[in-house]
């Protein structure tokens, strides 16, 4: 995993968007004053990819958020496995925590969580980087507190770490696969074994060379039935095509003597019709001449009602004059009265303008008197929010401001007792010290006292010279009392750096209490002047909020004053308005009274002028006195013509009928005479058609020609009906010879199915002989597929056994090759294994750098999954790394921390591993001499040709002036920013 850019915003002492890029970074340092946030930016990277930090875990992370904020807000962009990933988290105060995680295709940023959520981002951040939360911690991200737990921890938490940085369980699950496909393959075979036992017993090269025979014989016999069938269907056919003959010669001798008694039938039909057609044809002279008398009067008739409309008009023209005559007196009136209605009207809307115009001087009067009050209303009700806002923003201020007090205090008291801490710490880290001390100074002189004491305590006679590495022949003589003294010393020695270690671990941890105390305080502080930033002290504040109240009270009173004039007002203004709505009210309707009158008084004189009008085009411009006296006489004239016409046209309305229905009894006579000739000719065509198909026959009789129609239509009718009976006797005779020749092919079918049954079997019937050769060939056929079949689904069967057999073979070799397999990668087996030898190799790969920046004291050896310091100064004495001072802890850890970041994607399988490409130190460095710090820098340098990111945060100004380039975290009032820095 290598980091490109980090994000955060209102996580702990970050309140605004701070950004880091990582892409120009390789080695490098942050620095900052104690309680800035430099160990916060280690902890927005763990809770950007995992959702919790080192210190915390997952629990009260709401407690992270910066004050002030409702949520904290981190963004880490960074590359894994090739791909580039950026994952994102919202932390709120309350409630619980969001995430996502997205990938760069080129072009845009895709979401790759499937189903969303912070479980399925989780899930997807521990695929793609290949490290749980706690190896990230031991392995990348090397916080507070945690940096040597890689180094002296307990042996199964570091297996468990490598097992993750190394892909290792993926060993263990192809064991636990070979293991399933194992059993899985066994018991396929034990199926397989089964099925061939209960299933294939029969399917052997023997039981196929027998069914194979039995084939041969059913064809045999089955091509001989076919023959039989062949030679039967021949017989068939004859005696089928006799039958047939027979059948049909019958059947033509039926129809021409049917034929012949239909003709019959027609003979006395032809003579009534042509009776019924002459009475109907003199009958239809008779009535049109009736017809014809009728229509002379009806034109008569109608000629003088056409004169008598072409002089006074038709009899509608009439009524519609007659009509507007008799109107003429009322519309007069009408016009007279409507004239004096619009007068009075018209001096009925001067009254009502003169009421409207005072009434509208009133309602302006009270409505500019209300506008006034309104005006006064809103200033001083803008002005009582503005003094109870005021007022409300002050109070709110003062319990800010007391909570912000008390937290000050508390923050203090904290910062107070983890000073008294750290200071303890210091007093018993410096006694241990000067302990150590003493104890080194002593053991240093009884080492000069007596040299050969101190080089050979511990050694028997063959151990190899400390001097000259030969065996030693005999002990030197040593003074006892020195060599028990100088042994004491050792113990005391040894002591005493173990107590001075424990002693500056405590005043280590103290401090970095008192540094998150300090910071704690530093923002109680700066929320309390951002409280106050406005008033003098706390009680400026207080003082300012009661005369606030004051302010508002008053302002309450004047508003509620001012309220109750403008609602006076409003009452009057309403009065007013209404008052003022009502006379426009009267003075339009007296206007829409006007409008009425008028319209009524022009449709009056429209209607009169229009009478006239009709009048005049018929009387000229003069219309007489007795003008509706003229009109009344001409429609009772017009009246009785018309009423002579319409009788004349009823007449020769019933004079039509009749010589209608003459003319179709006519016409029915004359189709019954058409349907009878239709119909002959339709029985001359039978007769024919059944002519030609006697002809078309196999072998038709001789007959006479069909005769000619006659002039008479009953005389053909009989001629026609005697040629039908003698045909008919002909084809009848016919047919009966056919039958004996059906009779004849029966009994030669008859004979040849009975060769094939069996003895004994009784003889068919002609028209089942043929049926029993089929059954016989078809059941012959039967045999012979079926014989062939079961020879075909028994060589299948033989091949199948034959597969069968095979893959029980091949399962077996590949069970015992994963039963080997699933031995050799067992979890205490193959993966103990790596795992021992993971850590030799780091042991030797960190002693390299160790061995170095220790000045040639110290390397690490591995065994029983245990680190051991090796001390080349004593003797190359081994000892558990438990007992190393707090800088020697420090120096072994970075060199492990180092070794690992540099060499675990070598030492994992292809792809399975790990790849870590950054590492983050966060203490530590404090506790080095200046060489060592010299030599722990070159190791750090050494790196830069690995492309490994190395992020450090330090205290020390000789690592900042060393390193050169890193970021500063700076504190700006009550936030913090992160800036570059260029030594």
């Given at each position: ?42 902890d ?16 009260g992370?709401g407690?992270l ?16 496995g ?21 990938r ?5 940023w ?7 959520g ?6 997807a ?20 507190g945690?940096f040597?737990?890689?180094l002296k921890?307990?042996?199964?938490e ?13 060993y263990?699950?192809?064991a ?14 034990d199926q ?12 052997t090269a ?10 041969v014989?059913?064809?045999a016999a ?9 030679e ?8 089928v ?10 059947g ?8 012949g008694?239909?003709?019959g039938?027609e003979v006395?039909?032809?003579?009534a ?11 239809r ?30 009899r ?16 007069d ?12 009207v018209?001096a ?5 303008s003169a009421?409207?115009?005072k009434t509208?001087?009133?309602?302006a009067?009270a ?6 009050a309104?005006?006064?209303e ?6 009582a ?14 319990q800010?401001?007391e ?38 100074e ?10 050969v ?23 030197p ?5 020195v060599?028990?003294?100088l042994a004491?010393a050792?113990?005391s ?21 008192l ?8 923002d109680?502080r700066?929320?309390?002047a951002e ?10 504040l ?7 109240t ?8 004047a508003l ?12 009057a203004?309403?009065?007013?308005n209404?008052?003022l709505?009502?006379a426009?009210?009267?003075?339009e309707a ?10 009524l ?14 009048l ?15 009109l ?8 009785v ?11 020769a309305?019933?004079?039509r ?7 179709e009894?006519?016409?029915?006579a ?17 007769v024919?058609?059944?002519?030609d198909?006697?002809h ?8 006479a020609r ?9 005389e ?6 005697g ?26 079918l ?7 049954a ?9 028209a089942?002989a043929?049926?029993a ?14 014989a062939?079949?079961?020879?075909k689904?028994?060589e299948q069967?033989?091949q199948?056994?034959a597969?069968?057999?095979a893959?029980v ?7 015992a ?7 050799e ?7 103990d294994f790596?795992?021992q ?17 220790s ?28 007992t ?14 180092l070794?690992?970041?540099?060499h ?11 790849r870590?490409e950054a590492?983050?130190?966060?203490e ?7 060489e060592?710090l ?6 750090l ?5 690995d ?7 330090s ?6 002036e060393?390193?050169g ?13 992160i ?5």
């Open positions: 995993m290598r980091p490109r850019r980090l994000e955060i915003e209102g996580f702990t002492a970050f309140r605004t968007k701070q950004e880091i890029d990582f892409t120009q970074l390789d080695l490098f340092v942050i620095t900052g004053p104690t309680g800035a946030g430099k160990t916060s930016l280690l927005a990277m763990a809770l950007a990819l995992y959702g919790q930090v080192p210190r915390m875990g997952k629990q992370l407690q958020v910066s004050h002030g904020s409702a949520e904290a807000r981190v963004l880490l962009e960074f590359e894994s090739g791909e580039r990933l950026q994952v994102a988290r919202r932390q709120p105060r309350r409630g619980a925590q969001s995430a996502r995680i997205e760069f295709d080129g072009e845009r895709v979401d790759i969580a499937e189903r969303g912070v479980r399925a981002v989780n899930e951040v521990l695929e793609r980087v290949k490290l749980d939360f706690d190896s990230f911690c031991k392995a990348v991200v090397l916080p507070q945690e040597a737990r890689f921890g307990d042996a199964a570091r297996r468990t770490t490598l097992v993750t940085l190394l892909g290792l369980n993926a263990e699950q192809m636990k696969l070979a293991r399933g496909r194992a059993r899985e393959l066994v018991v396929r075979g397989t074994r089964t099925i061939l036992a209960e299933q294939y017993a029969d399917a023997e039981t196929l060379t027998v069914a194979e025979a039995e084939v014989t059913a064809a089955a091509e001989l039935v076919a023959k039989r069938l062949d039967g269907r021949a017989h068939e056919r004859a005696r095509e006799a039958v047939s003959d027979a059948a049909t010669a019958a033509f001798a039926t129809r021409l003597r049917v034929l008694e239909d003709l039938a006395a039909r032809c003579r019709a042509e009776a019924s057609a002459a009475g109907a044809a003199v009958a002279g008779r009535e049109g001449e009736a017809v014809t008398a009728v229509l002379a009067l009806l034109a008569s008739a109608d000629a003088a009602v056409t004169a008598l409309r072409e002089r006074a008009g038709t509608e023209a009439l009524g519609r004059l007659i009509h507007a005559a008799e109107r003429r007196p009322s519309l009136e009408r016009v007279t009265e409507a004239e004096r209605g619009v007068a009075a018209a009925r809307i001067v009254e009502l009421a409207l115009e509208t001087s009133d309602a009067a409505t500019q008197a209300v506008s006034v309104a005006a006064d809103t200033r001083l009700r803008e002005a929010e503005t003094l109870s806002a005021e007022r409300a923003g002050l109070v709110r201020l003062a800010d401001a909570k912000a007090a008390a937290t000050v205090v508390r923050a203090q008291a904290t910062v107070d007792g983890a000073a008294a801490s750290a200071a303890a710490a210091d007093v018993v880290a410096e006694a241990a010290a000067l302990t150590l001390a003493d104890a080194e002593t053991l240093a002189t009884l080492h000069r006292v007596h040299t004491a101190g080089l050979v305590v511990g050694l028997a006679v063959g151990d190899p010279c400390p001097v000259c590495e030969r065996p030693l022949a005999s002990h003589p040593v003074d006892d009392d060599a028990e003294r004491a050792d113990a020695c040894a002591t005493a750096c173990a107590a001075a270690g424990l002693a500056r671990e405590e005043r280590s941890g103290a401090r970095g209490q540094e998150l105390a300090e910071g704690r305080l530093t109680a700066a929320a309390l409280v106050l930033s406005e008033h003098a002290d706390r009680a400026g207080e003082a300012a909020a009661a005369e606030s004051v302010r508002a009270e008053a302002a309450g009173s509620t004053a001012v309220t109750t004039t403008l609602t006076r007002l409003r009452g203004e309403g009065t007013a209404v008052a709505e009502a426009k009210n009267h003075l007296a206007r829409g009274d006007q409008v009425t009158r008028r319209q008084r022009t449709t009056a004189l429209d209607e009169r002028d229009s009478v006239d009008a009709l005049r085009s018929r009387f000229g411009e003069t219309i007489p006195g007795d003008v509706l006296d003229q009344t006489a001409a429609r009772a004239e017009l009246v013509a018309e009423t002579a016409a319409e009788e004349a046209r009823s007449s309305d019933v004079a009928g009749r010589q209608r229905e003459a003319d009894a006519h016409a029915q004359e189709k019954a005479l058409n349907a009878i000739d239709l119909h002959l000719g339709t029985l001359r065509t039978r024919e058609t059944t002519l198909e006697v078309r026959g196999t072998s038709p009789p001789a007959l069909i005769p000619e129609p006659a002039p008479a239509r009953d053909w009718a009989s001629a026609l009906a040629w039908c009976d003698v045909a008919s006797a002909a084809l009848a005779s016919a047919g009966a010879g056919s039958s004996e020749a059906a009779e004849r092919a029966g009994a030669a008859v004979v040849l199915a009975s060769a094939g069996p003895a004994g079997a009784p003889v068919p019937a002609a089942d043929l049926a050769l089929v059954r016989d060939e078809r059941a012959a056929s039967e045999l012979h597929v079926q062939r079949t079961a020879a689904h028994l069967r033989v199948q056994r597969q069968l057999e893959e073979a091949a399962d077996s070799e590949l069970i090759v994963l039963e080997v397999l699933a031995r990668l067992r979890a205490d087996h193959f993966i790596v795992v030898e993971t850590l030799d190799i780091l042991a030797l790969r960190a002693s390299e750098e160790l061995h170095r920046i000045d040639g004291r110290y390397s690490l050896v591995s065994a029983d999954a245990q680190f051991s310091v090796v001390d080349h100064v004593n003797a190359d004495e081994q000892r558990s790394v438990r190393l001072s707090g800088g020697e802890t420090f120096m072994a850890s970075l060199s492990l921390a070794a690992l970041s540099k675990v994607s070598e030492l994992a399988g292809e792809g399975l591993g790990a870590l590492v983050f130190i966060d530590g460095f404090g506790t080095l001499d200046p060592t010299s030599e722990v820098i070159d190791a340098e050494r790196l830069r040709e492309e490994l990111i190395i992020g450090v945060i205290h020390v100004p000789a690592l900042a060393r390193i380039v890193g970021l500063e975290v700076r504190k700006e009032g009550n936030r913090s920013v800036v570059e820095a260029t030594q």
